[in-house]
């Protein structure tokens, strides 16, 4: 595949979107080869792909925020068909059939538990981020491993 002009451009903004070296070059017209020679050749270029990885990410950490505290709506299912209500212009449950209303698909709110805590290890590390120290000096020589967290830290071993 022989690069075309502009490529770098459409590469590194499509590495922005979305952080995948795969799907930018795609969107670009070259091969990964291609990318990756012209990384390792030119320190701009390379410093500009670390930018495209950096936005991609600040994206991502922006979602993984929103849905943690935000929560996402899943639909509420049963017999595996969605469940819903019909509802007048005001908002207000109305009998189907009631002139002018509309059906609303019921929903649920889930937050992610899982998010919050990556977050939370990631921005207060100190307080969140477990940790692992190795002693040595066990019986015997063996290796000794204590698991810290919780605001625990390798001086209070």
């Known amino acids: 595949m022989t690069p075309k002009k502009g490529w770098p451009e459409r590469f590194l903004a499509a590495l922005a979107d979305d952080a995948n070296v795969r799907a930018a070059c ?18 701009a270029f390379a410093a500009a792909w670390q930018d495209a990885l950096a936005d991609a990410c600040d994206d991502l950490e922006r979602e ?20 819903g ?3 007048n212009r005001a908002g207000r449950v109305v009998p189907e059939g009631t002139a002018g ?10 937050y992610s538990d899982v998010l919050l805590i990556f977050l939370l290890k990631a ?21 000794v491993i204590v698991r810290l967290g919780g605001g625990a830290s390798m001086e209070d071993l």
Do not use: C, F, M, N
């Open 26 to 43: 795609r969107t670009a017209g070259i091969s990964r080869k291609s990318a990756y020679q012209r990384r390792g050749q030119d320190p």
């Open 64 to 83: 993984a925020v929103r849905r943690a505290r935000d929560g996402t709506d899943e639909p509420v299912l049963y017999q595996g068909e969605p469940v």
């Open 101 to 110: 209303a509309r059906w609303v698909p019921l929903t649920l709110k889930r």
């Open 123 to 143: 921005h207060r590390p100190e307080l969140y981020r477990e940790s692992l120290k190795l002693l040595g000096g066990g019986q015997g020589g063996e290796i």
């Open 85 to 87: 209500e019909w509802v």
